[in-house]
């Protein structure tokens, strides 16, 4: 069983790494660039076991260590 | 009085804190490996500065993890004062030990350099060897001091007097150009709610002696020791 995990910076929590982005881009000519923000994803390959307690086993995973929930949102996506 | 000093792979401000506290207390703080699972009888406890464990997943969030740490967390709990400096207050911000989070610097940029800061607090334990609204002076050194807290968050620290010190011009003023590292309100240093832990970015065990440059730190060890004894 995989599991990838998508972690962002929250709505309103400064991202410098994402505006230093947008800057590089737009000097590159993209000029249809309004913004960007940028995250993490992190592959977790996990013993095989049934999708629902995958799931509930990634959220503590989440809860307890890869996010930071004051700053940070994250998504699960089961691979297979 | 006894301290301790946590140490992590990563520390890099645990022997600085050493020389601090051992000038302040007149004898060595125990150093405590952060695979350990007990501390020694401590009368305070001390967070490094560093980039413990390489800064992975986030500042502070391997640290906060480790084994000797939910023993710091429930030490805190009970009451036992705990100074976090720089990547301390990092882990003590992914602990919850502390309210908020420390974000990469507003301008990308890694910070070193003196800064002024105002005393906000009146919490007599860790700066009452200050007066009210003096200004002193610390150094900083850090890639992510930016601290952030959601908006009801920021409000209950300013008015519960739980800020302690935030980054002023050297008149006292709080401005933009003052402020290193885009953290709201300037805010430099916070405690928890109880009084009893301190996070602070600035480095007072840098500035412990003229040859350094200044004494406010020596000042502000000699302070917390004699209010502990």
Redesign the interface.
């Known amino acids: 069983m995989k599991a990838r995990v998508y972690i962002s910076l929250k709505n309103g929590?400064?991202d410098?790494?994402g505006k230093?982005i947008s800057h590089s881009l737009q000097g590159l000519g993209f000029k249809n660039v309004l913004d960007v923000r940028q995250g993490k994803t992190i592959d977790l390959d996990l013993a095989d076991m049934d999708r629902e307690r995958a799931e509930a086993e990634v959220e503590k995973m989440c809860q307890?260590?890869?996010a930071?929930t004051?700053?940070e949102n994250y998504s699960i996506e089961l691979l297979d | 009085m006894k301290a301790a000093v946590i140490v992590f792979p990563g520390s890099n401000c645990d022997r600085d804190l050493k020389v601090a506290l051992t000038q302040s207390m007149g004898r060595e703080p125990a150093m405590v490996w952060h695979g350990d699972s007990e501390l020694p009888d401590t009368d305070l406890i001390a967070i490094p500065g560093g980039f413990s464990y390489g800064d992975y997943?986030?500042a502070g969030?391997m640290a906060a993890?480790s084994p000797i740490m939910r023993e710091v967390v429930r030490k805190a709990e009970s009451g036992t004062p705990v100074v976090a400096i720089c990547n301390g207050f990092q882990i003590a911000?992914?602990t919850g030990m502390l309210?908020?989070?420390l974000?990469?610097?507003?301008?990308?940029k890694f910070v070193c350099k003196d800064v002024d800061l105002l005393v906000i607090s009146e919490n007599e334990r860790f700066v009452g060897g200050f007066q009210q609204s003096q200004v002193v002076r610390f150094p900083v050194a850090h890639h992510d001091g930016?601290f952030?807290?959601?908006a009801d968050t920021l409000d209950e620290l300013e008015a519960e007097g739980q800020i302690a010190f935030k980054y002023v011009t050297p008149e006292g003023e709080i401005t933009d150009e003052a402020n290193p590292n885009?953290s709201l309100n300037n805010i430099a240093g916070i405690y928890n709610k109880a009084g009893n832990v301190l996070g602070l970015m600035p480095h007072p065990e840098r500035l412990i002696s003229e040859v350094l440059g200044g004494t406010d730190g020596k000042t502000f060890f000699d302070h917390l020791v004699n209010s502990i004894v």
Request: hydrophobic share 40%.
């Open positions: 929590v400064l410098p790494q230093a307890q260590l890869l930071n004051v700053i | 997943l986030r969030a993890n911000t992914e309210p908020g989070a974000l990469r610097n507003a301008s990308q930016n952030y807290a959601d885009g």
